[in-house]
């Protein structure tokens, strides 16, 4: 029965301790085929690419290759068996050249180069060192490689993202290449266009099990959706876009928000040849939406504004008064606070809740010689108002992701802040906590406080903004209504487009 | 957004010597430097000739091997404590053996206290591997191991080797002399193998790749751990290396050698060296001189006329500044990347 | 890493007993160690039964006084991610200014030794907190620069006495209560209590966990590291000051190689006392156990007339196996 497929993964079950990543995941792949791997944010994708490229062992299942069970236990063996990937996360030593890098990889510049040459790379330095390759072409780099060792299925984990488009060509080119030579791809993207147009067949998981197994001729993006979601979830998502006020109130309170004081003002602000001369105002109350694509400045634009590193030119004005930021700290003292995307820079791992709640207290030395008088009432304060599932707090890590990235907003819960700074705050959670912390947003900002919240998802920016400022090459292009905002206007502004596509 | 092919990526765009001394700048900085201090040196004291040259060059092996040993372990990501006490245990066990033996017989002996030191450090990764416990840890144990382990073996300072054991490291019978032939030769021979493995073999670079960055190197089909107990074995057998030095330029053995402070300047080395802490970065040619250089150091201030404590102080002051000038570049490297 | 993961139900979370009992160790690491110290205590008073007096086990507290108030100084370090390879030569430094300075009083002496200590440890905290050089090089440095400052001051400025005085005498050697209690004991208490309570109760001791956890938090909290360091490594340089007066004390003459042997031992104290040497992880507690295991442990090998080599290799052993211990512990949870 499954000699006809090139891969079949049965009943595959991944558990972290007490969580559970994947219950029970099947995939099947045929020869000559592109397939697609998706699923919203933890869904449990990730997890089933590293268990088929061996980075991980599944706990029950089995994969079979050509109908031959596969023996999976380091990445040899997944290459080894003709399964060949690509990581988000470029598999290249920092410190070594790229010549170096191909020959622990045990192959040779000739192994590459003709796939390097298909992607206009061909006289790339091979005495480079990784570090000093922009990640583009590192990715690009790591799809020759992986192509170098001939592999039945060739497998892209989000390799499209941080590419030019003239790059993301050059890829969909090679996968229908591979695909026309009677191999296969399996392809992860978050963008549902790249699938639809490139894709012939996709498994969908949820909740770490294959929910649906589409062949996507004739299939819309909403279909897609719906079933990485789930009927009761979209609809639960749809209710909280509605519960914002809607038509005339909107320009009501739009109105009213230019009344309130500028809390936050960015003239000309330049970092390094990241941010080129950024200008905006942030009004109390108002939750501002930025959105862009990778690598456009925005993650330069948040060092700025949260003190981390200080603007090579233009002026950052807090309620008036320009800050010059030596650290955090000094931001921080003027009540603008930032919750970083990436939650291993977010947590203490090995200490309680309480502790990671408490941080933002005792920076200064003031607080230095006791602990503070109303530690618990603000930490269980912030504890109660995120809903933190606190039953293994003795250890952030032992956290699950939601309830890690609630710390990270709670801490300045408990400290007290003007300015929230929110980078990316619901990437990898899932779809609760994420409703949770839209509201958690709108809240604080109708007690007085103000948001800046970039986020790479444009619907929450019609779920939770007022306003949306859209980011490319270092620069504002684009400013709208967030009620008006469509995601057509947003993406083609993020892309630098001038005018919206048909 | 870089564009595919920007100029800067394509071979031949950068001139070679500037790429060649972004690379290798500090080994040839560091070279330079010990070139500069033998001048200074030279012109400080009345006769400079063949025998301090040999002084300097002999006297300084144990280190430059010591220092070696500890380049390898830390470029693989580790770093071992207990070298220092691995150099008192191999020179100790040479004295002790070698005592009254004919040349061959002693020659077979260093044979066989290399691959033991070799087997032992390995044991040492392997716990390391096994036991998930920070390498500076378990070789804090394996210092003290070690150095007790040579008190028994050795209770006073002692034992003997041959003569031509001795000529092989000092050029002399007497350990004392004019010829720094033997001694540059066997750090040149080592050194240069230990090179061309770490640079130029898929074993070697592997020792790279995982003090760098071990999913990477995971992913590219490294066992980072059996890379980490090879890392180490190698490292014993240069501590070992640099104990057989000591022996033959002392001619006997001391057990209360405080091996631990051994391990200290072996350290200091390869900071002054170049090689990162944090691993992946580094070289084994770039040890060499900053080995002889913080061996030198003593020679030259006395005979500045410094007192030698005050050259302790000098030392200390120069590895503290080396490492807050690294520390700035990198910081400022970072600030701009 | 993967990054949502979805909770378990109850009933598929429930653990079996065994797991239970290692994560109660897990929570309470300090019950291993109270174990292991009994178990020694007894097993050396079956060797030698008189031992198992008051002045059997004042010669362990004694040996272990220096350990453990130098191992607070490890400690505090390590908790952020730090170590101090100088402690023993700026415990060794402030012994001989305090021996030279005896002649002017008890007061001078000992100001003069807490001096070296906070002098240096400043060095060390400006070293690691604003030039950034790595904890390990910088003490290391430190460690060298003292040794040849003082002996090149003991022939100059620093020449004379290299006795100490009375009153530190007594601090280091004496007792009361019927030579019960030495004072070293008080003081190294008094001390434990200041650590203890700056560890668990202070917003300064949340600021080194925090620093060792995780830098980025800490930065991006408000915490300036380069602060919080220069008070912590000046602080083990003056406990390790303190450290050194009690040990003259008890010696009675310094010489410059007098706490030397006390350095590997309070790393190893505050490593068997269960402290991360990466950091965000140990307690003062953990390392006071640590260190009374040292001494109980130097008495063993006293009663059994092992000498130096059995010792050091015992040393070394038990740091090996006591640290695998704990991470085979906290692996089990």
Partial sequence: ???????????????????????????????????????????????????????????????????????????????????????????????????????????????????????????????????????????????????????????????????????????????????????????????????????????????????????????????????????????????????????????????????????????????????????????????????????????????????????????????????????????????????????????????????????????????????????????????ARLDIDVRAGSQAQRLSGGNQQKVTIGRWLAAGFDTLLCFDPTRGIDIQTKAQIYDLLREVAADGASVILYTSELREIQLVCDRVLVMYAGRIVNEQDAATATEESMLSAAHGLKEVPA | MTSTSPDALVAGTQAPWRRWLRRHGWTLGVWLLLFLLIAYYATLIPRFGAFQVASIVNNATPLVFLAVAQAVIVIAGGIDLGVGGMLVLSSVTAARLMEGQPFGVTIVLAVLILLAAAVINSGVGWIITRSNVPDIVITLGSLYVFQGLALAVLPNPGGGTSEGFRWLFTGSDTGIGTNPWPAAVMMTVAVAAVAWWMGKTRSGLSLYAAGSDRTAAFLSGINADRVKIMAYAVGGAFAALAGLANTAIAGRGNATTVGGNLTLNSVAAIVLGGVALTGGIGSAIAVVPAGIILFFLNPILTAMGVDPSSAQVIQGVLIVFVMAATGIIEWRRRRQA | MSTDLIPLSEEEAAVSGRQKAARYLVNHPHLVLIGVLVLLIILTGLIEPNYLSINGLRNSALFAVPIGILAAGQTILMLTGGIDLSAAMIATGAAYIAANQSPQGAVIAILGGLLVGFLAGAANGIGVGIFQVNPLIMTLAMSGILLG?????????????????????????????????????????????????????????????????????????????????????????????????????????????????????????????GTSIFGGIGTYTGTILGALILGVLQSLLTFLGAGQAVQQMLYGSIVIGLSWLYTRISAAQ
Avoid at chain 1, 81 to 102: H, M
Avoid at chain 1, 129 to 140: E, K, T
Avoid at chain 3, 226 to 245: D, E, P, S
Wanted: proline share 4%; aromatic share 6%.
């Fill in chain 1, 1 to 383: 029965m499954s000699e006809e497929f090139l891969l079949a993964a049965r009943g595959v079950a991944k558990q972290y301790g007490p969580v559970v990543a994947l219950r029970s995941a099947n995939l099947s792949v045929v020869p000559g085929e592109i397939h697609a791997l998706l699923g919203a944010n933890g869904a449990g994708k990730s997890t089933l690419v590293k268990i088929l490229s061996s980075v991980i062992r599944a706990d029950a299942g089995a994969i079979d290759v050509h109908g031959v069970e596969a023996a999976l236990q380091k990445p040899t063996d997944s290459l080894a068996a003709g399964i060949a990937t690509v990581f988000q996360d470029p598999a290249l030593i920092r410190d070594l050249t790229l010549e170096q890098n191909l020959r622990i990889s045990r192959l040779t510049k000739s192994d590459v180069l003709p796939w390097l040459e298909r992607m206009n790379l061909g006289h790339i330095d091979f005495d480079l060192q990784v570090a000093d390759v922009p990640l583009a072409v590192l990715r690009l780099l790591d799809l020759a490689r992986a192509l170098a060792h001939d592999p039945q299925l060739l497998m892209l984990d989000e390799i499209t993202a941080a590419l030019t488009t003239d790059q993301a060509d050059y890829v969909f080119e090679l996968m229908q290449e591979w695909k026309d030579r009677g191999r296969s791809v399996l392809f992860i993207s978050h963008r549902l266009g790249e699938v639809l147009a490139s894709c012939d067949r996709a498994t969908i998981l949820r909740n770490g099990a294959d929910v649906a197994h589409l062949d996507l001729a004739g299939v819309d993006e909403g279909q897609l959706v719906t079933a990485m979601l789930g009927e009761e979830l979209v609809e639960e998502l749809e209710e909280a876009g509605t519960t914002q006020e809607t038509g005339p109130a909107v320009a009501a309170g739009a109105r009213d928000r230019k009344e309130r004081p500028v809390v936050l003002e960015l003239k000309d602000v330049h970092l390094r040849d990241k941010v080129n001369g950024i200008s905006f105002e942030l009004r109390q109350g108002e939750i501002l939406g930025l959105t862009a694509l990778e690598g456009q400045g925005q993650k330069e634009l948040f060092q700025a504004l949260s003190g981390d590193h200080r603007p090579s030119a233009g002026e950052l004005l807090v309620k008036g008064e320009p800050l010059r930021a030596r650290s955090p700290y000094d931001a921080i003292r003027r009540g603008v606070v930032l919750v970083p995307a990436d939650r291993q820079q977010a947590l203490l791992p090995q200490r309680s809740v309480r502790e990671n709640l408490a941080t933002p207290l005792y920076n200064s030395a003031g607080g230095w010689l006791a602990l503070a008088g109303d530690e618990k009432e603000r930490v269980d304060g912030a504890v």
């Fill in chain 3, 149 to 273: 400052l003082f002996t090149s001051w003991a022939q100059t400025i620093f020449s004379g006495s290299t006795r100490m005085g009375d009153f530190i005498r007594t601090l280091g050697g004496g007792s009361f209560f019927g030579r019960a209690i030495p004072w070293a004991v008080v003081v190294w208490a008094v001390l434990s209590v200041f650590v203890v309570y700056m560890l668990r109760r202070s917003g300064f001791g949340r600021n080194l966990y925090a620093l060792g956890d995780n830098p980025a938090v800490a930065r991006l909290s408000g915490t300036r590291a380069w602060q919080v360091l220069i008070i912590v490594y000046t602080m083990a340089g003056v406990f390790a000051a303190i450290a050194g007066l009690l040990l003259g004390g008890r010696v009675g003459a310094v010489d410059l190689q007098l706490a030397g042997v006390f350095l590997l031992p309070s790393v190893a104290a505050a490593v068997i006392g």
